[in-house]
T-cell receptor
Framework: GAGVSQSPSNKVTEKGKDVELRCDPI?????LYWYRQRLGQGLEFLIY????????KSGLPSDRFSAERTGESVSTLTIQRTQQEDSAVYLC??????????????FGPGTRLTVL | QKEVEQNSGPLSVPEGAIASLNCTYS??????FFWYRQYSGKSPELIMS????GDKEDGRFTAQLNKASQYVSLLIRDSQPSDSATYLC???????????FGRGTSLIVHP
């Protein structure tokens, strides 16, 4: 079966421009997560979606970051007015809906964002 | 105290040896635990999950959980150069869908 897909795989943009990253989770996975991973660093949680519930946005670093998800389908992460410190790999993961098994996540290949 | 802590390494072991990766955690993430492997330039891949005290074995991998001492470990038997990667430990509390990841331990298996 298909895994988590993300697009684009690479994005180079100029400082100040907006970017939109896309994630398509595994079918049937109601939970969806976005993470940021800077070079040589650990995973930084950004936002969590669970079905039609209000998302947990506690990890978003600033109001330039936003994300949407319609139901249990595709999600988009938008970064407005990009800054050089936004350069990182943005990872999307999905899992089944469970407080214990929510940690059993399946990651997409990531989008490498470079802000010049 | 960080919620999930790992030694960044690198941990270097010879081929065929047992690699032992350790992770300590705080009370806040004390219910379920997960080990992920991340090859350089790739995304994390789930290896093992463990929910109760004791050992859980899957092929060459064994996860060990000790809730009294608040640590979880991953043993890799008969280590191969292809096991060289960063290993991420993650923990979640009973009421949270959001696991907390450690910074990862770099493992190098040399021939």
């Amino acid at each position: 079966g298909a895994g988590v897909s993300q697009s684009p795989s690479n994005k180079v943009t100029e400082k100040g421009k907006d970017v939109e990253l896309r994630c398509d989770p595994i079918s049937g996975h109601t939970a969806l997560y976005w993470y940021r991973q800077r070079l040589g660093q650990g995973l930084e949680f950004l936002i969590y979606f669970q079905g039609n519930s209000a998302p947990d946005k506690s990890g978003l670093p600033s109001d330039r970051f936003s994300a949407e998800r319609t139901g249990e389908s595709v999600s988009t992460l938008t970064i407005q007015r990009t800054q050089q410190e936004d350069s990182a790999v943005y990872l999307c993961a999905s899992s089944i809906s469970s407080t214990s098994r929510g940690g059993e996540q399946f990651f997409g290949p990531g989008t490498r964002l470079t802000v010049l | 105290q960080k919620e999930v802590e790992q030694n960044s390494g690198p941990l270097s072991v010879p081929e065929g040896a047992i690699a032992s990766l350790n992770c300590t955690y705080s009370d806040r993430v004390s219910q379920s635990f997960f080990w992920y492997r991340q090859y350089s330039g790739k995304s994390p891949e789930l290896i093992m999950s463990i929910y109760s005290n004791g050992d859980k074995e899957d092929g060459r991998f064994t996860a060990q959980l000790n809730k009294a001492s608040q640590y979880v470990s991953l043993l890799i038997r008969d280590s191969q150069p292809s096991d060289s990667a960063t290993y991420l430990c993650a923990g979640a509390s009973g009421g949270s869908y959001i696991p907390t990841f450690g910074r990862g331990t770099s493992l190098i298996v040399h021939p």
